[in-house]
């Protein structure tokens, strides 16, 4: 893996470099550009099913369809193998710990590459060691709590390594708007007989892990060996989100119609409430990001 991922769009730079102070200020800036949208039950349903449906396992997303790995002939997947996850491919290491694993989300933001090598990914599925998935301090503008990492020695959570190729890079770094990039060192154990990896890129997010109870607390729809934070769902964790922001008779509906239909009243109000209960990412296996 080189040193860092080819980068080379002044503005993306300016963003990944920000300190929390100038982000800050980036925020209040988008935010106040920010109109009301109409919310309704299928938005609600989509907030709530975060990180969304993934395949079980490993899967090649090729021509808008995920093909399973472990569906493949030998011969085949080698090839694929080779072909995606080999030193002298040009592709990078992603870690994926929420939707970006989902075949939905990256046809969503892969789909429009006119290369057909910026359209395809492998994502192989597997275990990340000594870490945990909860979710950040933070609601997105789809009302979900978007996975970040926290340090749990002993735990292995399910997570997926995406091969991407530098534009492909590019468009995720972009998408990942309130996340650091940087450079993990934590075995990542491929399923099945591939090997594994001990050095990754990921994404935390800017506003750390949520801690309704002043500790983090695991998202419960991603699985893990070892677990010992707590865990609840993504509703859960939006009800405990809407009653710090909104009063304690909120729930996760009224905190998603709310970022919805009124986000210059209601992201004031997370931001008082809800990013105090961040715990911001810590860990001496991480290499924050340096243009």
């Known amino acids: 893996m080189p040193s860092w991922p080819p980068i080379d769009e002044p503005e993306l730079l300016r963003r990944l470099a920000m300190g929390d102070a100038e982000f800050a200020e980036f ?32 899967y090649l997303l090729a021509g808008g369809k995920p093909e399973p790995l472990d569906g493949m002939d030998s011969v085949r997947r080698l090839g694929v ?17 929420g939707s970006n694993a989902a075949p939905e989300t990256l046809e969503r933001k892969l789909a429009h590459f006119s290369a057909e090598e910026d359209r395809a990914v492998l994502v192989l599925s597997g275990r990340l060691h000594d870490f945990d998935v909860g979710v950040a301090a933070q609601p997105t503008m789809y009302g979900s709590l978007p996975a970040t990492l926290f340090p749990s020695p002993g735990t292995a959570v399910r997570a997926a390594l995406l091969w991407v190729t530098p534009a492909q890079f590019t468009q995720l770094a972009w998408s990942e708007i309130s996340y650091r990039l940087g450079r993990l060192r934590a075995r990542f154990e491929v399923d099945g007989d ?16 949520f801690c309704p109870e002043a500790e983090p607390v695991a998202l ?24 710090l922001a909104l009063g304690p008779e909120a729930d996760a509906e009224a905190l998603i119609r709310a970022i919805f239909e009124d986000p210059g009243e209601v992201v004031p109000k997370i931001v008082a409430a809800v990013h105090p209960a961040g715990l911001p990412f810590s860990s001496e296996r991480w290499t924050p990001f340096s243009p």
């Open 27 to 58: 925020i209040r800036g988008v935010v106040a550009q920010l109109p009301a949208r109409r919310c309704d039950e299928a938005a609600i349903a989509q907030a709530l099913a975060y990180p969304w449906a993934r395949p079980l396992g490993s």
């Open 81 to 97: 193998l080779s072909r995606f996850a080999s030193p002298g491919g040009g592709r990078l290491p992603v870690l994926s710990i």
């Open 194 to 209: 591939n090997p594994g990896y001990d050095e990754v890129l990921v994404f935390v997010s800017r506003f750390g892990a």
């Open 220 to 243: 419960a729809a991603i699985p893990a060996e070892g677990r010992t934070a707590p865990e609840l769902s993504q509703e859960q964790l939006l009800d405990a989100a809407a009653q």
